[in-house]
């Protein structure tokens, strides 16, 4: 009998460690170097929360981070040296929230010549909130021109904006049908996605906006999200659970902190499935990344393709070896595998 249970765990064992989608084969986060500013109440450097990189005209690379007025970091390689060099916004958003000093979750593109940021204005809890676009032709702080609202939810507002937060954008084109979109959303009603129009800076409502994504349980613990394509796939990956406020000593029940989730299409307005065939609108979503070893939390994640030929996810984290506070999260990245047109993450 004892013999039977050890081979059976022996067989488990073998099979978690080929079975490229389990947990137990998720990679550590590659370490990085740079700047650490928090202590002094700058973001940016190694500490980035909801991160944005892309690859800078000088070849550098740029990461963007919630708080710091849009923090600017560049780096020589993803591994660092991570320095911190200023911010997008000036000063406060144009956007009149609340809020609009302390501006969240950007997600910087390439458009032409130009660099667009979108950014959220909004304050915890809050779903009066707005995404912004600032742009400019450098990446550099001072560089960029703010141009206020593309979005605005609130209770008074349009369906379904009165039922979503418009915070965390998300700009995707997509590379078949040309379309330029705006997926966005954080609790209430989840992810949704709207056409953006021809100067980027406003949506249009027809065609209509889609529900991309909704977990009908508890508080919709869903945002974050960030459309990506490979090989005939869409892929919508997202952050599920608690991002913020972690304490040592009172964690959310496992599980429910930050996870990063996806479901993949065929098309970039859904549906997307998960590996279950379970529609992310009805709950779906499968595990990409989630707590191990001594990452905490791991989540505001992005796709950065053609990192020397490959694609990466970057996400943040808390190493518990050092806490897990919001000022110890950190940038962390790995490539991407494709496995039956599933992504998976290795180092
Ligand atoms: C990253 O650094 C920590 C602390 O020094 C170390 O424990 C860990 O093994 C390192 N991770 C990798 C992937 O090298
Ligand atoms: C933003 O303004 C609010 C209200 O005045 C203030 O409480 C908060 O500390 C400010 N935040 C930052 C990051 O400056
Ligand atoms: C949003 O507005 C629609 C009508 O436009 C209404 O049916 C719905 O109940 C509203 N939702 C919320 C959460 O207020
Ligand atoms: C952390 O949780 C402990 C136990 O519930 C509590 O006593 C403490 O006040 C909490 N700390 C913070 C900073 O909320
Ligand atoms: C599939 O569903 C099962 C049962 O609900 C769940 O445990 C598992 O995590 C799901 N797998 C994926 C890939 O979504």
């Known amino acids: 009998m004892l ?14 460690s080929h079975d490229p989608f ?13 700047d650490s500013l928090t202590s002094t109440g700058q973001w940016g450097g190694v500490h980035v929360h909801d991160p944005s990189v892309v690859k800078g005209p000088d070849g550098y690379y740029y990461s ?3 708080h710091n007025l849009v923090a600017i970091s560049k780096a020589p390689s993803l591994d660092g040296y991570w320095k ?25 593109v390439q458009i032409g010549d130009t660099y667009y940021c979108y950014y959220s204005v909004s304050t915890f809890g809050s779903m009066d909130s707005g995404i912004g676009l600032a742009t400019s032709r450098t990446l550099q702080p001072g560089s960029w021109t703010d141009h206020g609202l593309v979005l605005e939810s609130g209770a008074t507002k349009e369906y379904p904006l009165n039922d979503t937060n418009a915070i965390d954008p998300n700009f995707f084109h997509d590379p078949k049908t040309g379309e330029n979109l705006l997926n966005y959303g954080s609790f209430w009603s ?10 980027l800076k406003s949506v249009l409502w027809k065609p209509p906006p889609v529900h991309l994504s909704f977990d009908p349980v508890g508080t919709n613990p869903e945002e974050g999200s960030f459309m990506s ?7 919508l990956w997202y ?30 307005h859904g549906p997307f499935l998960d590996r279950n065939g379970t529609d992310l609108v009805d709950g779906g979503g499968y595990i990409v990344y989630g707590s191990h070893d001594y990452v905490y939390g791991p989540g505001g994640q992005g796709v950065l393709q053609d990192y020397h030929g490959r694609d990466v996810l970057y996400y943040h984290y808390v190493p518990t070896y050092i806490s897990y506070l ?13 496995v039956d047109g599933w992504p998976v993450l290795v180092y």
């Open 84 to 108: 911190f060099i200023g911010s997008v916004l000036k000063g406060e958003s144009v956007i009149p929230l609340a809020g609009r000093n302390d501006t969240w979750a950007p997600n910087v």
């Open 64 to 66: 963007f981070s919630t």
């Open 190 to 199: 989840d992810i949704w996605q709207f056409q953006l129009a021809k100067d």
């Open 22 to 34: 389990s947990p137990a084969n998720w990679p550590l986060p590659h370490n990085i170097t740079g």
């Open 239 to 268: 952050s599920h659970g608690i991002c913020c406020g972690y304490n040592v000593s009172a964690l959310p029940p496992p599980g429910q902190e930050y996870s990063i989730r996806l479901g993949r299409s065929k098309s970039s």
């Open 229 to 235: 394509y490979h090989d005939g796939w869409y892929y």
């Open 3 to 16: 013999l039977l249970v050890f081979a059976l765990i022996a067989i488990a064992a073998r099979a978690a």
């Open 326 to 338: 919001d000022t110890d999260k950190r940038l962390g990245w790995d490539y991407i595998d494709y």
